[in-house]
């Protein structure tokens, strides 16, 4: 069975067994209190070279987390038009913008490098050993600027042994609505700069600070954790696609891919 079902189920027992607390920032539509149980300091480790962990406990769209990695590090965009999803629209200004967010610190030059992910991409292939082969989008200097400041917010990459590895930093984990949304696309994301730089993929290792559930979320959690884990699918790669800024969507597939049904509705707090 998928080990990434295992670890969300794990994870999802212990925020559960947490007491609710207010929630002082976030609000629902109709004007309810928001309550968390939550968690501070968890490490989630998933080895792509046995497994691409995508949930089988419920269907997960491979192709809007490609389309949310493509957005933030190929077009480095912060106009959610650009994304093709909705899942930020309650963030935007009124020009269709979430601020200085996301692709708009990943697009800022470094080390002479046009970009951040262009410093990465060429610091692998000419001095893998380095440990600033970081992207970090944490800027103080940019907060006020933001309308929404990134929950992940930093991606370190190693190469051991042959292979690329990579921690991302996630400062808040949304854990029933997203979690699985962000272990994929940084998957994704892991598979593409390896092929760029001719690396077989190794570890990720996903650091969230808080994780969390909301009150409207209890049933879903309850009935995710009912469900039994089927086999973890295969990822194909077109195998005629080696430079990261060409990757699309199509170029992404999953073999026997198996999952739960119904897909589940859930309420995003705001």
């Not at 002082?24 to 501070?40: A, I, L, Q, Y």
């Not at 691409?52 to 990695?69: A, D, G, V, Y």
């Amino acid at each position: 069975m998928a080990i990434v079902d295992d670890i969300f189920k794990d994870n999802l027992l212990q925020i559960l067994s947490q007491d609710w607390e207010i929630d002082n920032r976030s609000k629902w539509n109709d004007g309810t209190p928001v309550m968390t149980k939550r968690v501070f300091g968890v490490v989630n480790r998933y080895d792509l070279s046995k497994e691409f962990p995508i949930q089988t406990l419920r269907k997960q769209n491979i192709e809007s987390c490609f389309k949310e990695i493509s957005w933030i590090y190929q077009q480095r965009s912060t106009y959610v038009d650009d994304l093709g999803l909705n899942i930020w629209n309650n963030w935007t200004d009124d020009k269709g913008s979430i601020g200085r967010g996301y692709g708009y610190q990943v697009g800022k030059d470094v080390f002479g490098s046009a970009t951040q992910i262009h410093y990465v991409l060429n610091e692998i292939k000419e001095n893998p050993t380095s440990r600033r082969l970081i992207v970090e989008m944490w800027n103080v200097d940019d907060l006020d600027e933001m309308n929404l400041v990134p929950c992940a917010h930093h991606i370190q990459f190693n190469i051991k042994n042959g292979k690329l590895n990579a921690i991302l930093k996630q400062r808040s984990g949304d854990f029933v609505t997203a979690n699985n949304f962000n272990v994929v696309e940084y998957s994704l994301l892991l598979h593409m700069v390896a092929r760029h730089t001719g690396y077989k993929v190794g570890e990720l290792i996903h650091v969230i600070g808080d994780m969390h559930i909301y009150n409207k979320h209890e049933e879903q959690a309850y009935d995710l954790l009912n469900r039994t884990p089927k086999p973890a699918p295969k990822l194909i790669i077109d195998e005629t696609v080696n430079n990261f800024f060409d990757f699309k969507a199509e170029h992404f597939k999953l073999e026997n891919y198996e999952y739960n049904k119904p897909q589940l509705e859930i309420e995003v707090a705001i």
